[in-house]
């Protein structure tokens, strides 16, 4: 796993508001970044015994980083500049940087805002530098934690091919690591996806199996957000919208700054029926993590769909490179809203040529509306142009 020192912010200039501003991000982001299970932070307050004279490289070596997140705070006319990077801690090199700009009206929503964009947007890049690190070696080299680096590129691709690569490295994992619970989480999102996306499942009682697996480990780890997040999405598919919920709005507690977690709150919402509070959620998870990887623009196209701004939905679509998950289906509801019939048949053909094994009553079994009519409805527009 790797691990992540957050060096204290630096103030360029002799301003005193600039000094406190940067020792409240710090503190801050530091509180932020230790809800996350994907690596492990070094404490700020370690560089100071860390030999920090000889400045964060060092102090980065001495206490076995992988990264380094520096960030530094520039005060004038009324306006902050927070400039912040991730470096890697062996050679130096930059993986990811920002220069943020913001007014002064309020300091602590300053800090929240920061707090939130910087911590959700790290995560995501630091993910995207492991898996970036060991493209070029064989399977064969990885090791466990990089075969669940690898496993979860292919999960994220989100279609049937990756997603049963993407098995077979958390299948590896588990051989090897039997102990740790994240392969198996991640072991488990594979049959989530099948069944969200409608498409064939791996096992004939892949709702009950997982459920078990799950439960079994939330008794060990119950402050795991993950394991919140894929419980409530569990509970949705089974038509417990009560503890699919619940489940959510844990999962968001345990880690307010990790988009996937706000994702997945807004989407429990949007099967709830609070679909106005699910899109508002979704719209978040975008203003915290502008790099965030495509399926959350499917779930944005939908909400969308949901509450009527139907070209809003198509605008987040075509944003889309490729085919992700449902998002052509995403396409044709929002098309058919719109009587624009002949682009729906269209995108209703490139469905069945993509996948021969397409069933709509699979399809929306994986949206577990609370509300039947809109599943209807949904149903009733891919109906309309032929699926």
Known sequence: MPRVLLTPFR??????DAEALASGLTETLAAALAHFEEFELIDPGSVRSANA???APAAGRQLTATYILEGSVQLALGKARIGV?????ANRERVWSETLDRGLEDVFALQDDITAYVASTMGEAVGEEQARAIAQKPDAALTAYELMVRGIQHLHRLNPEDNQVARGYFETVIARKPDHFFP???LCWTHVTE???GWPSARADALEYNTSLIRALLRRHDRSAHLHRIMSRLHLLAGDHDQGLSHAERAHR???YHSDMVVNYGVALLWSGHTEEGLQELERAFAINPYAPAYYKTYLAFAYYLVGRHEDGLAVVRSIEGTVGNSRSFRIANLVALDRLEEARAEAKAVLQE???FNLDRLLAGFPFKHPEDRQRFGDALRRVGL
């Open 11 to 16: 103030h360029l200039g002799a301003n005193s």
């Open 53 to 55: 004279t000889q400045g």
């Open 85 to 89: 990077q991730l470096i890697e801690a």
């Open 184 to 186: 198996t989480l991640c």
């Open 195 to 197: 069944l969200a996306n």
């Open 254 to 256: 345990l880690n307010p």
């Open 355 to 357: 996948n021969s094994d």
